[in-house]
């Protein structure tokens, strides 16, 4: 790995540590953060009994919120406050109680304010339970004072 991204990916996960420190719903969701990379992240949470609708099955705001996670804590990877603008996502299969989600959010294409993110989300036997889109705005204020994070 060359010195140049060593740091891209040490820098990375330094923003993302600083993140997650103050992420009450990502801890709350139970989310495991499973790797960062520039642009790129992977998390994984299991489904509880709570997050379950009328119908015994995982409610669809729960791998929403799993892949908005992914979302920002790979769209913030670059040191500026990201936020998203525009999400989309579709449930190809259901999600039930004790099933585990993994979430790969990619940068897709970049521009200087905006991006966009794919995020894809399956359960431990690799069924896809969710695609989700996502569109980013990138601002000019710092995530975290320079000094915390070079």
Known sequence: MSTTTQDAQHRAERLVDAMVSHDGFSTWLGIELVEIKPTAATLRMTVRKDMLNGFGVCHGGIPYSLADSALAFASNTHGHVTVGVHNSISYPAPAFEGDVLTAVATEQSAANRIAFYQVNITN????????????????NKPLVPKDEHD
Not at 124 to 139: D, I, K
Request: hydrophobic content about 30%; proline content about 0%; overall charge positive.
């Open 124 to 139: 431990q036997s690799g069924v896809a339970v969710g695609h989700f889109t996502g569109t980013v705005y990138r601002t």
